[in-house]
């Protein structure tokens, strides 16, 4: 992804919404391109993937929110377009409910263990 589609420079919030199965891949494809520090979250969302359909003492149930992964990393000294093209391959099935991945500017970082302002440390 370039940088014209992802903003040109400044800190940046690349925000994923992923396949759990896919985590692991998706871990290991952000080590790659420099980008290892993230945060994950179990989240439950819905989008265009069919809902669930099931039996529970004869009655029928629908689940349309399924069990995805958010997962939260904030880059400044790579490209965000790298991390959105690393996510993007790693967590890639063609399937309905692969995801979505966001990019949000981020107005500042702070180190707690250090104090230090600015680029967040990896
Ligand atoms: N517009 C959206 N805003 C926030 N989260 C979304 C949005 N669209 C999809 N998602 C999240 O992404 C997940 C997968 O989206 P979905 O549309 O089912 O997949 P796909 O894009 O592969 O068809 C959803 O379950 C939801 O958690």
């Not at 993007?88 to 230090?116: C, M, N, S, W, Y």
Request: net charge negative; charged share 25%.
């Amino acid at each position: 992804m370039s940088e014209t589609e992802t903003g040109n420079d400044g800190i940046k919030l690349v925000m994923a919404i992923i396949r759990p199965d896919k985590l692991a891949d998706v871990k290991t494809a952000l080590a790659e391109v420099g980008a290892p520090s993230l945060t994950v979250t179990n989240v439950s969302g819905r989008g265009s993937q069919p809902a669930k359909k099931g039996q529970w003492r004869g009655e029928e149930y629908t689940v349309d929110l399924h069990q995805k992964v958010k997962i939260e990393c904030v880059v400044a000294d790579i490209p965000a377009g790298d991390v959105v093209d690393a996510i993007a391959e790693a967590a890639h099935t063609g399937e309905k409910g692969d995801g979505k991945i966001f990019i949000l500017p981020v107005e500042g970082a702070v180190q707690v263990r250090t104090g230090k302002e600015g680029s967040p440390a990896v």
